[in-house]
């Protein structure tokens, strides 16, 4: 029998690969694995019998093999132990380095006079002792809208082709906004620049200028008692005061045009009375010059003006629409506020000094033409999800010129609710909600005839980032009663706008 069976299974080219195999792979092996390769006795006794190697090359290869295991091992523990020295250095190399940048952070963070950050504001600079605060944000809302780019107002507006229809593309407000405070955290300022870009095809450039709609400084240091001084919204009722970009539809109510008392310069008192009691109320009461924005100068006639709110749930609530924050606990307000001016204008707007229909226009009226007097009541009421408002107006104009009154009323009521607390399936960015609003007010040619104007709206909103970045669409049914030709014309809108802040 042959002493090694698998002997003519190997050829010579063949015990000499594996013999090249084994001496090239062998210092590899103990380099890299720190262990040692054993090379097979009965191999290296093949390959001399064959003639492949000779005996002093078998004595060599043979002599590896009677190495201590003990010699192996020790080997080994050195290479490793070499390896894990050069690793442990590595690593503490890269930990030192990261302690070095994570104590750096710390002291910059702690001891560099100025922090950055960004708020819902937009970007936020601050002084490390807390007096010293800007921020700057941006907003833009763009706008489609399909029939009506605001609300007809006469019958000749409803009819095809009328002067008001329109089907467009809109930048409708692009904003700049920086606001902080200075000195001491009471010490507030805020001013807006309104980029004004759009106009019609008619009017010059000069229409599309940018113009500072709001400015203002408020002394805020006690909470029963502030002053605002400057050019701002003045806080009549909530629509108005509610900033456009805090809506709950693409546009206020049709009442708006006609009751805002919107930006005027004067001085107000302000301040909130037994916080977080039944008894929980704010007040305002100012003096403006009321010609509106922009005008340093009266009729020698001071508009005044109050408003008590009372937040009869013991809670604040805050001057935006919709409940998107998600109120946790009910949380409302009744209000009730007026004005009283003296005036060539009978009505104001972002714009300024303006007149209703019916009246004489600012700039054709005598100074102080008009006695206006009007009240506001107001509701309003958030609760998870859901939320609520509504005003009544009341407006009485006397013109001086020929001693007539004329009596406008009007308001609206809105609601919205995001149904994905009652329904998971209904997205949790949606919301929808309705509107009714109603004015009545003067004929254009006869003050004695009134007209009859109605707005019945539905929208929903998708809220990307809160107010901050939503969607809104709304469609609209609108009537008008005319009370002198004694026809009346109805018509829908609908619109669609992007509004985001940055």
Not at 28 to 46: K, P, R, Y
Not at 157 to 174: P, Q, T
Not at 390 to 400: A, G, T
Not at 419 to 447: G, S
Request: with cysteine; charged share 25%.
């Amino acid at each position: 029998m042959n002493k090694y069976p698998w002997k003519s299974l190997k050829s010579k080219k063949q015990a000499l690969a594996s013999l090249l195999t084994t001496i090239i792979v062998l210092p590899f092996s103990t380099l890299f694995s720190g262990s040692v390769m054993a090379v097979d006795s009965e191999l290296l006794q093949i390959l001399l019998e064959n003639g492949a190697i000779t005996q002093a090359q078998y004595d060599t290869l043979n002599a590896s093999n009677d190495v201590e295991a003990s010699e192996v091992i020790a080997a080994t523990e050195v290479v490793n132990h070499e390896q894990d020295s050069r690793k442990v250095a590595s690593v503490n190399v890269i930990d030192l380095d990261s302690r070095i940048q994570q104590q750096v952070s710390e002291i910059v963070t702690s001891e560099f006079p100025v922090t950055l950050e960004h708020t819902s504001s937009g970007m936020q600079l601050s002084s490390r002792d807390g007096n010293w605060e800007t921020y700057l944000g941006w907003r833009a809302q763009m706008r489609f809208s399909d029939s009506y780019g605001g609300d007809p107002r006469q019958l000749g507006s409803f009819i095809d082709n009328g002067a008001d229809k329109v089907s467009n593309f809109e930048a409708r407000r692009l904003r700049m906004k920086i606001g902080g405070h200075g000195f001491q955290p009471w010490l507030e300022y805020y001013f807006e620049v309104d980029l004004q870009p759009s106009r019609d095809t008619d009017d010059s450039g000069a229409d599309a200028s940018a113009r500072v709609i709001d400015w203002r400084i408020d002394i805020a240091k006690w909470d029963w008692g502030g002053i605002r001084i400057g050019q701002w919204k003045v806080d009549l009722n909530r629509e108005r005061v509610d900033s456009s970009g805090r809506q709950q539809f693409v546009e206020r109510s049709i009442a708006n045009r006609v009751f805002t008392m919107d930006r005027q310069v004067g001085v107000q008192l302000r301040g909130h009375l037994f916080k977080n009691t039944a008894a929980d109320m704010r007040y305002y009461a100012g003096v403006f010059n009321g010609e509106g924005k922009g005008v340093n100068s009266n009729d020698n006639n001071m508009m005044t003006m109050g408003r008590l709110q009372w937040n009869f749930l013991g809670r604040d609530l805050s001057w935006r629409q919709t409940d998107v924050e998600y109120t946790d606990k009910p949380t409302g307000s009744f209000a009730i506020a007026g004005f009283s001016a003296s005036s060539s204008c009978t009505r104001w707007s972002s714009s300024g000094c303006g007149s209703l229909d019916g009246f004489e226009k600012p700039a054709a009226a005598s100074p102080g033409q008009y006695s206006i007097d009007q009240l506001v009541q107001e509701f309003a009421f958030k609760y998870r999800g859901f939320s609520a408002q509504q005003e009544y107006h009341r407006k009485e104009i006397v013109d001086n010129k020929d001693l007539s009154k004329s009596v406008l009323t009007g308001g609206y009521a809105q609601a919205g609710y995001f149904f994905h607390h009652i329904f998971p399936e209904v997205p949790e960015q949606l919301e929808l909600a309705i509107r009714y609003a109603y004015v009545n007010e003067p004929n254009k040619t006869n003050r004695v005839v009134e007209n009859k104007r109605k707005e019945t709206t539905i929208g929903a909103n998708w809220f990307i980032a809160g107010h901050n970045n939503k969607v809104t669409l709304d469609y609209s049914h609108l009537t008008l009663d005319d009370g002198l030709l004694t026809e009346s014309a109805s018509d829908n809108r609908l619109r669609l706008q992007w509004d985001v802040s940055f």
